[in-house]
């Protein structure tokens, strides 16, 4: 009992930590980011399923982009996490950016998932939770739409 009361304790305070530590370089990113319309987000608008790795293994994760009100948002969860929704919606470079947080235990855990394009019409995704406190990285594959 006594040890999960201490794992739990240095998750938090890693966890807080990390996103002060990591404020300089995410504050590098977010000021080269640039507000995304919907024409440079046109690649990225649909359901997507995000399939990454991280230190605790495998996870999966529905992502859905869309306009709203000519509004890029989004909205992403998984089987462990309810749907979170993401206003804020920038793009690096030709990356997508979605920025969000989620509650942890009362705690704000802020969090960063990026769809990056890559070589042969692939696309990567990586989730950043706590400024680098926890990574998970791996691929995005477009769903196809019903018909």
């Known amino acids: 009992m006594i040890r999960t009361v201490i794992a739990s304790t240095a998750l938090i305070a890693g ?5 002060d530590v990591a404020a300089g370089p995410a504050a590098d990113a977010a000021q080269s980011a ?3 319309t919907a024409a440079d987000a046109s ?6 399923t995000l399939a990454l790795q991280g230190p605790n293994g495998p996870a999966e994760f529905d992502l859905a982009v ?11 969860k998984s089987a462990e996490m309810a749907a979170q929704a993401i206003t804020d919606v920038t793009k690096v470079d030709k990356s997508l950016v979605l920025r969000y947080s989620f509650d942890y235990q009362g705690n704000a855990v802020p969090t960063v998932v990026s769809l990056m394009p890559a070589d042969g019409g ?3 995704a990586q989730i950043d939770f706590a400024g680098g406190a926890y990574l998970m ?10 018909k």
Do not use: Y
């Not at 966890?15 to 996103?19: E, V």
């Not at 869309?66 to 992403?76: A, C, Q, R, T, W």
């Not at 990285?137 to 019903?146: D, P, Q, R, V, Y």
């Open 122 to 124: 692939k696309t990567n």
């Open 15 to 19: 966890l807080l930590i990390a996103s």
């Open 137 to 146: 990285s791996g691929t995005a594959t477009k769903k196809e739409k019903a």
């Open 34 to 36: 640039a507000q995304v």
């Open 66 to 76: 869309k306009l709203e009100k000519d509004k890029v948002v989004g909205e992403i």
């Open 43 to 48: 690649p990225f608008i649909g359901e997507w």
